[in-house]
């Protein structure tokens, strides 16, 4: 970075102290001054305090709060030394973006709660555009009490309604992340249930519908109970809703939401059959091939908690136009720059996938399943990849060509 210690001092460039962070000594690039007076990098201090530090660096005073207050006046003198050093290879800081300030926050919240629907939705708006700004501001917003007032605007009215402050709270709601508690505020109403069942499923407007399934998902992986996220997947439309959105064709967004919402639900497994029912096996594996990564990763997790459940293993199998294009599938979802989740995940459902079919399996290793399970112990997977190796193994030992030399298929992972 041009603006780091070591790439001026390569430049002979003698950085005036003042301008250096105390916690990284580098130029700083965002100073804040904390309640103790000093000044640091913005970066810096934060993860100062969130390593759980609760002290001044410098001056080892407890911090009487942890308010960052931009110094806006050290800022424009240090672009100014580097606009003065810039034939010397410094260039010059950006001005940094500084996060939504708390009172703006509750001043928004509050003209969203009561007023004519024209500023209601002004201020919701406002706090959307916000929240998608900047990591940073979504921090900012995202308290209990901002939270609160947000699920209490989404499902305001008739229940078979939701008029444009709900609509608009909905969006920001499909931004944030809910409690325990506030998704057991939205899960156990019913009539709050029945509008996300019928906004995914029904609403005239798309973006309506991703964000009522993005809310689905947050408050199914808020919720942390089976019981929870069954009351959701149970909720007429739901299921239906999210697999409609799976299905879309040139809505990435869509898609993505649609099956990070039915992953959420089908940690339950009395959800799994209602997913299975609804079509979602061959959705998503309709989409597997298609997805970038950390997408890929979840929508071959679902698969794998599909083919666990009654009917679900052959929905997927048919999904995929049968049985050895399932296994070609799920092989090739293992293969090149796939992460360890990604291959672990393709590596369950293919367990399932096989079952006691002989010509399968002889399927998988002809297509060389083997060698990426080899790999996928060797770059360290974790305890629970290593056992879907194992089992996946074992269950291939008849169909390898050298398994008579070999007593044990635990003898492929020992080097490991």
């Given at each position: 970075m041009p603006g780091s210690v070591a790439a001026l001092d390569v430049a002979a460039v003698t950085v005036p102290h003042y301008f250096r962070c105390p916690i990284s000594l580098e130029l700083m690039r965002d100073p804040v001054t904390v309640c103790t007076g000093q000044t640091y990098d913005r970066p810096s201090i934060e993860s100062w305090v969130a390593t759980g530090n609760t002290t001044c660096p410098v001056t080892r005073v407890p911090l009487a709060d942890f308010t960052l207050i931009p110094n806006h006046t050290?800022?424009?003198?240090?672009?100014?030394?580097?606009?003065a050093h810039r034939s010397l290879g410094v260039e010059r800081i950006p001005t940094p973006k500084q996060p939504a300030d708390p009172l703006l926050v509750r001043s928004l919240v509050a003209s969203a709660s009561a007023g004519s629907v024209t500023s209601r939705v002004a201020a919701l708006c406002r706090l959307r555009a916000l929240a998608r700004e900047l990591e940073k501001n979504r921090a900012v917003i995202s308290t209990h009490e901002?939270?609160?007032?947000?699920?209490e605007i989404a499902f305001e009215g008739k229940e078979e309604l939701a008029d444009q402050p709900a609509l608009e709270a909905m969006a920001v709601l499909s931004i944030l992340p809910l409690?325990?508690?506030?998704?057991?505020?939205?899960?156990t109403r019913p009539e709050r249930l029945r509008r996300l069942g019928e906004m995914v499923r029904e609403h005239p407007s798309m973006e309506a519908r991703i964000n009522a399934a993005a809310v689905i998902e947050v408050v199914a992986a808020g919720a942390r109970s089976a019981e929870i996220r069954t009351a959701v997947g149970e909720t007429e439309g739901v299921m239906e809703g999210l697999v409609a959105l799976v299905e879309q064709r040139g809505n990435p967004r869509a898609v993505r939401v649609g099956i990070r919402g039915l992953f959420a639900l089908c940690l339950a497994k009395e959800n799994r059959f209602r997913a299975v029912a609804a079509g979602a096996a061959a959705a998503v594996v309709g989409r597997v091939g298609e997805l970038a990564s950390s997408d890929a990763e979840r929508a071959l997790a679902t698969v794998e908690l599909l083919c666990r459940w009654e009917?679900?293993?052959?929905?997927?199998?048919?999904?995929w136009g049968g049985g050895a294009a399932a296994?070609?599938?799920?092989?090739?979802?293992?293969?090149g720059k796939a992460s360890g989740r990604t291959a672990e995940h393709a590596a369950g459902?293919?367990?399932?996938?096989?079952?006691?079919s002989e010509v399968l399996q002889w399927e998988a290793v002809a297509a060389g399943v083997v060698s990426h399970l080899l790999l996928l112990v060797q770059g360290g997977c974790s305890e629970r990849a290593k056992r879907k190796a194992q089992l996946l193994l074992k269950l291939l030992r008849s169909a390898l060509p050298f398994h008579d030399s070999v007593p044990n298929s635990d003898d492929y992972l020992q080097p490991f």
């Open positions: 050290l800022r424009r003198l240090i672009q100014e030394w580097c606009v901002t939270r609160s007032a947000l699920v409690s325990e508690a506030e998704s057991t505020a939205v899960a009917g679900g293993r052959e929905a997927v199998v048919a999904g296994v070609e599938a799920l092989v090739r979802a293992m293969a459902a293919l367990v399932a996938v096989l079952g006691n």
